[in-house]
C-alpha cells in the first residue's frame, strides 16, 4: 500500500511516498481503509520535529492524524463495529500513519461517523473537535454560564470549538478576520471582533476562560482581558510542569516542561490566572460524545475547496503550511471512494 513517511525530521516538508505492507490487526483492532485523512498544523510540527520532546517517533514514520474510512477487517475481540462501517478518528498520538491507503486502529481510538457528515466533511472533525472538547471540559473545566475568549479563533479550530462551548452552555467572544464575522455569528458567538478595526484587549475585560491559538506574542495581552481566577489553556506556547505531570512523562522531561513553561506559568501566577497547555489526545468516548453535539447541532467543518491526492502530497503540505486556506485541506487518500 502506499504512505507518505517522514524519514527524518527537517525543515523543508520533505517527505516520500512508500510502498509498504498492509498492516495486520491485533484482535483488539480494526483495519480501516483510509477514505479521507486532513492536514494540519501538527503534522508541519512533527516534520520539524518541534514537538519531539512529547512523542518521538522512530523512523521512518507515516504521517497523518485524522482521517475517515471503511472498516474491511475486525479483530476476534471486536464487538461494536462491524466490516464497512464508517469511521472517524484522531489516531493515538503514539501511533499515527492516517497518510495511508490502510490504517490499523483500536477501537477506544475509533466512533462511527456522524449521520449528518460524510466521509468528506467528517476527517476535518477529530483533532480539532477534540482539541476543543478537551481543552473545554478537562483544561478549562468550563462551567455553563460563563464566558469563554477565543483569540485569533476564526480558523478551523473556532468553528469546530464554538458551536461545541455553545452546546456546553457558554458564552463564547471570538476575534478574527472581518470576511468571517457572519459566519460566526450564524455559528451562534455571542460576540465577534473584527482585529482589523478593533482591539479586543482595549474591549474586553473579566474573561473567565481563554483558549490561546495564537502563541507567546499575544499571551500579556490575552492574561490583561480575564478575571482573577481565570484559566488560559494554550494549543501553541511552551509544555509547562502541569502538562508534563498530568501526562506521567518522565524525570528528564517534567524538568525540561517546568524550565519551558515557567514564563508563561510565572505571568499566569502574578494575575492569580491559572496556565494550561493541550496536545489533543487520542479518546473514541470522547469522539462519541461530540457526535451527539455534531448530530444535534448539525455542525458541518469547512473543508477547503483544494483537496489533492497523496501523489500530490508534496503541494498538499506547501499549500496547508503557507498559503491561506479556507477550512480544513484533505487529502483524497482512495481516489475511488465518493464523498458519502
Known sequence: MRAVQLEKYNKNSEVHVNNIDIPEIKSNEVLVKVAYAAINPLENLIITGSVKLIQNYKMPVTLGNELTGIITEIGNKVTD?????????????????????????????????????NLKTGAAVPLTGLTAYQAITEELQAESGKTLFIPGGSGSFGQMAVPIAKYLGLKVIVSGSPRLREQFI??????????????????????????????????????????????????????????????????????????????????????????????VRSDGEQLKELSKIIEKDNIIPDIDNQVFTISEIDKALDYTFNHHTNGKVLLKVDETQGDI
Open 186 to 279: 450564524s455559528k451562534g458567538v455571542d460576540q465577534y471582533i473584527d482585529y482589523k478595526s478593533e482591539n479586543y484587549w482595549e474591549t474586553l475585560s473579566n474573561m473567565d476562560y481563554v483558549i490561546d491559538t495564537l502563541g507567546g506574542n499575544e499571551f500579556d495581552k490575552e492574561l490583561s482581558v480575564m478575571k482573577t481566577g481565570g484559566t488560559i489553556v494554550s494549543l501553541i506556547n511552551a509544555p509547562n510542569k502541569h502538562f508534563a505531570e498530568k501526562n506521567d512523562f518522565s524525570t528528564l522531561k517534567k524538568i525540561l516542561f517546568t524550565v519551558a513553561g515557567k514564563k508563561f506559568d510565572k505571568k499566569a501566577k502574578q494575575k492569580a490566572i491559572d496556565y494550561r497547555f493541550i496536545f
Open 81 to 117: 463495529y462491524q466490516i464497512g462501517d464508517k469511521i472517524y478518528t484522531r489516531l493515538p498520538i503514539d501511533k499515527i500513519g492516517a497518510f495511508a491507503d490502510y490504517v490499523a486502529i483500536e477501537t477506544s481510538a475509533i466512533a462511527k461517523l456522524p449521520n449528518n457528515l
